[in-house]
């Protein structure tokens, strides 16, 4: 079955730079890539999602790019604020007629530094 | 968006005992999918659960462990059966929508005593 990985498991920024996030799936089947964003005691929730069509996808201050040859996907936030603190999943899946299930990677608990 | 409502939020159990869970979504949807987190770990698929017949269940879970049903297109439920403090989780469960995109409800707190 399809194995992610993600890197690193923490990661500490200062307000206003950037963070990047990366991630490797090893089945290269699989062909939909989001990015889950969990706050402290709540639901994961989809912050951006890319498609293998595609190399890159950017949503105001977060981008997420595809290197489908290197099987890896990164998450880039730029000019961090504090509520940007959180623990970060991306995940993988093969195709499957809209009931796609996910695979997890182990998560990124980022912190910005005020 | 799909609005999924879960219950017990939390429960505090006895070991040896079990809990069902409940997974009420407001459309129909052809799967649904249940998550186990343990503390500070990441999300696990436990099984899939499809309407009118036996969940998937991934490696590692078993039937008896945790039984699930999908009565209808809109509802689910989980047990954790015979539980012990290993069972101390936080169970999600989750459907698709608009296309691929994965919405979870708000997570069942379990602790196991």
């Known amino acids: 079955g399809e194995n992610v990985e993600q890197h690193p498991s923490t990661l500490s920024v200062q307000e206003g730079d950037s963070a990047v996030i990366k991630c490797t799936y090893s089945d290269s089947a699989s062909n939909y890539f989001p990015w889950y964003k969990q706050e402290l005691g709540k639901r994961p929730q989809l912050i951006i999602d890319i498609r293998s069509n595609v190399g890159e996808k950017k949503d105001q201050r977060i981008a997420v790019t595809l290197n489908k040859t290197a099987k890896h996907f990164s998450l880039h936030i730029t000019e961090t604020q504090p509520e940007d603190s959180a623990v970060y999943f991306c995940a993988a899946s093969l195709p499957n007629f809209g009931n796609e299930k996910l695979t997890f990677g182990t998560g990124t608990r980022l912190t910005i530094i005020p | 968006s799909a609005v999924i409502s879960q219950k017990p939020s939390r429960d505090i159990c006895q070991r040896g005992t079990s809990l069902t869970i409940q997974c009420q979504v407001d459309?129909?949807?052809?799967?649904m999918f249940w998550y186990r987190q343990q503390p500070g770990q990441s999300l696990t698929l436990i099984a899939t659960a499809n309407q009118g017949s036996e969940a998937t269940y991934e490696s590692g879970f078993v039937i008896d462990k945790f039984p699930i049903s999908r009565p209808n297109l809109t509802f689910s439920t989980l047990t954790v059966s015979n539980m012990s403090p290993e069972d101390s989780s936080i169970y999600l469960c989750s459907v698709n929508d608009r296309g691929s995109e994965a919405f979870f409800g708000q997570g069942t707190r379990l602790t196991v005593v």
């Open positions: 459309s129909q949807v052809t799967m």
